[in-house]
């Protein structure tokens, strides 16, 4: 209906292509226009000025050798004031569009290490985001920190020579070979099993050594309970012997001692017999048994002194 009355509309942000009798002739923006076709009149086609999108994969080569997929998203959009250039110069934009970017990737990750592209990416993503905003690049007034950033820019000059403008671009993923995932792996994992070993052994070292200084202040507290343990023993024995012998007249200290080793062997007699836990001891039995005791203890002490 438009065409009959020669009007035409062309919706927002997007512009049309007038030619006349095959020859561009002005870019139509937004709205309603006349087009008297009668007279020549003819759109060649529409051209959209939104902000558009192209994810390309580029597998290349680093300097170590290592074969990588890189993963770009390159996002763009037609210039309004070069729509033209943007509508008749180039036949597959998304195509050249890649092409470019085939190229700088391929030029410029081949000059890092692996480990300096994954922790360039960020880096290298925000310098790129940061110069490729400009549509028309001075290379020769610009300093570049990065290798990709300025390759990137020349890709925009070069883009906006044919009436388009890179908005933006980023480094979206990093993909080694399989193989090389699998060693980084390896490594990242023998790496952490050697700390966590170092970590086990220092723990058991510190364990072994408050082990040891346990039993050595067991072993130290124990002397000291045994030694005063044996102190009151000897002081009970004196404290008895002196008084039975002023209790019981006529007594002599040979009596007392035999007297208490009696006691103290029926003790332990007792002492065996209640506890659940002892082994079969066979001791000679007795008051003959007894004195017998009674007189080797007493003459082991007598040699002892008489040594000493």
């Known amino acids: 209906m438009g065409q009959a009355f020669c009007c035409i509309q ?3 942000s997007t512009v049309a292509m007038r030619e006349t009798f095959g020859k561009f002739d002005h870019v139509l923006e937004p709205g309603c226009h006349f087009l008297p076709w009668c007279l020549g009149k003819q759109i060649a086609g529409y051209l959209s000025l939104r902000v558009q999108q192209l994810d390309v994969r ?3 080569k680093t ?3 290592v ?3 890189v993963v770009a998203s390159i996002q763009y959009n037609a210039i ?10 180039l036949s597959n934009t998304k195509e050249q569009i890649q092409s470019y970017v085939f190229d700088v990737i391929r030029a410029s990750v081949p000059k890092l290490n ?6 360039q990416k960020n880096d290298i993503a925000r310098a790129v985001e940061d110069e490729l905003g400009k549509v ?10 990065f290798t990709i950033s300025s390759a990137f820019c020349l890709c925009d000059q070069a883009m906006s020579s044919y009436g388009y403008k890179i908005v933006q671009t980023l480094i979206v993923d990093i993909e080694p070979d399989n193989h090389v995932k699998k060693a980084m792996n390896e490594i990242n994992a023998a790496s952490r099993m050697r700390v966590a070993a170092n970590e086990k052994a220092e723990a058991e070292k510190i364990l072994q050594i408050k082990r040891a200084e346990g039993e050595a202040e067991s072993k130290y507290l124990s002397g000291l309970g045994i030694a005063r343990q044996r102190q009151a023993i000897v002081d009970g024995l004196r404290d008895s012997v002196l008084a039975f012998s002023v209790n019981v007249p006529g007594t002599t200290a040979k009596d007392v001692m035999d007297m208490v080793l009696v ?6 007699m007792k002492e065996i017999g209640a506890s659940s836990k002892s082994s079969s001891v066979f001791i000679p039995h007795g008051p003959g048994a007894v004195r017998d005791i009674a007189s080797q203890v007493r003459d082991g002490l007598l040699q002892g002194s008489a040594i000493h």
């Open 67 to 69: 074969f990588v997929t």
């Open 80 to 89: 309004a004031d070069q729509a033209s250039d943007a509508f008749y110069r």
């Open 114 to 119: 692996l480990d300096d592209v994954f922790e």
């Open 63 to 65: 300097k170590d050798n």
């Open 263 to 268: 006691t103290q062997y029926f003790d332990t």
């Open 10 to 12: 062309v919706d927002q």
């Open 58 to 60: 580029c597998e290349t």
């Open 136 to 145: 028309i690049c001075l290379s020769t007034a610009v300093f570049y920190v």
